[in-house]
């Protein structure tokens, strides 16, 4: 089973940009549909993006974040990233990177069973 674990937070002004990695060890990141959330206190979790499995590597976004920032994946360093641009305080959230095996319709992709957590960055936008 993979293991997760983020990178890349931290604290930027508004309109800053920042790229957030979630390299996986233990197996290949490519098995795996890979998504991004974030939540922010006293909030619900939001899913950001998400990569299908090599399959596919259809994309999908979260409407708040759609045209800010891309997912990708290296597959030779087994990570997968999350730039992030245009960044606004309503973006600072603790954010993770979650992965599943068993696919499915890429469109729908940020709301399959994510089973394999890492354990969070921090990012913070200041106005």
């Known amino acids: 089973q993979v293991q997760l674990v983020e990178s890349g937070g931290g604290t930027v002004h508004t309109g800053g940009s920042l790229r957030l990695s979630c390299a996986g060890s233990?197996?290949?990141?490519?098995?795996?549909?890979i998504a991004w959330f974030r939540q922010a206190p006293g909030k619900d979790r939001e899913g950001v993006a998400c990569?299908?499995?090599?399959?596919?590597?259809?994309?999908t976004y979260g409407p708040s974040v759609k045209g800010r920032f891309v997912i990708s994946r290296d597959n030779a360093k087994n990570t997968v990233y999350l730039q992030m641009d245009n960044l606004r305080p309503e973006d600072s959230a603790t954010y993770f990177c979650?992965?599943?095996?068993?696919?499915?319709?890429?469109?729908?992709?940020?709301?399959?069973?994510?089973?394999?957590w890492g354990q969070g960055t921090q990012v913070t936008v200041s106005a």
């Open positions: 233990g197996s290949s990141l490519d098995s795996y549909t």
């Open positions: 990569v299908m499995m090599m399959a596919s590597v259809g994309t």
């Open positions: 979650a992965a599943e095996s068993m696919g499915g319709f890429d469109a729908l992709c940020l709301t399959f069973a994510y089973d394999i």
